[in-house]
């Protein structure tokens, strides 16, 4: 079946811009999940979803950072005023979000950000 | 919060040997902890995962040990072959009854399995 996806998969942008990144899931997940991986590291969490509201919002690094997922399905990342720092790849992932072991984490490809 | 720490970094073994990569977690109140391979250009694959009312998990080629009281669980994958090249990260969290998880991840593994 179909797996996460996320577009675009790449994305060019300035110094200062705004910057929007896309996350469907997969289909019938509740909780979805944003992750920021830098070159070398593991994945670091930003925010998750419980259907449409933010269950935990901690990883966030500044209020620059916003993302929403208004009809419970498809999320949005909203980078705003970018930095060079910001330059990484932002993975989505989904779970069935029941709890217990239907919360297996699945990975999108990425997109991946890079701010001149 | 969480911290997990991963060793090796890298790791070379011949085809057919077994590799072996460690992990330690610092919260005792994290009870699921999962293993993802990462390809080049690709995002993390579950590989296999384990929870923390067990010990052992075994999956084909590919086991996980867990040992709560000294915090630390270990990925063994025996029989090793060159499509086993890639990155390995192991994660930590607390898994909620209410659903959902924050998965805090190491930093990494790059095995190459050489011919």
């Known amino acids: 079946g179909a797996g996460v996806s996320q577009t675009p998969s790449n994305k060019v942008t300035e110094k200062g811009k705004y910057v929007e990144l896309r996350c469907d899931p997969i289909?019938?997940?509740?909780?979805l999940y944003w992750y920021r991986q830098s070159l070398g590291q593991g994945p670091e969490f930003l925010i998750y979803?419980?259907?449409?509201?933010?269950?935990?919002d901690s990883g966030l690094p500044n209020d620059r950072f916003f993302a929403v997922r208004p009809e419970g399905s498809v999320s949005t990342l909203k980078i705003q005023r970018t930095e060079r720092g910001d330059s990484a790849v932002y993975l989505c992932?989904?779970?069935?979000?029941?709890?217990?072991?239907?919360?297996?984490?699945?990975f999108g490809p990425g997109t991946r950000l890079t701010v001149l | 919060g969480e911290n997990v720490e991963q060793h090796p970094s890298t790791l070379s073994v011949q085809e057919g040997d077994s590799a072996v990569i460690k992990c330690t977690y610092s919260d005792s109140a994290s009870n699921y902890f999962p293993w993802y391979k990462q390809e080049l250009g690709k995002g993390p694959q579950l590989i296999i995962d384990?929870?923390?009312?067990?010990g052992e998990k075994k999956d084909q080629r590919i086991a996980v040990t867990l040992n709560k009281t000294a915090k630390h669980f270990s990925l063994h994958i025996t029989e090793t072959q060159p499509e086993d090249s890639a990155v390995y990260f192991c994660?930590?969290?607390?898994?909620?009854?209410?659903?959902?998880?924050?998965?805090?991840f190491g930093t990494g593994t790059q095995l190459k399995v050489e011919l």
């Open positions: 289909s019938g997940h509740t909780a």
């Open positions: 994660a930590a969290s607390p898994l909620l009854t209410g659903g959902g998880n924050k998965l805090t």
């Open positions: 979803f419980q259907g449409t509201g933010a269950a935990d």
């Open positions: 384990i929870r923390s009312n067990v």
């Open positions: 992932a989904s779970s069935y979000g029941g709890g217990g072991s239907t919360d297996t984490q699945y």
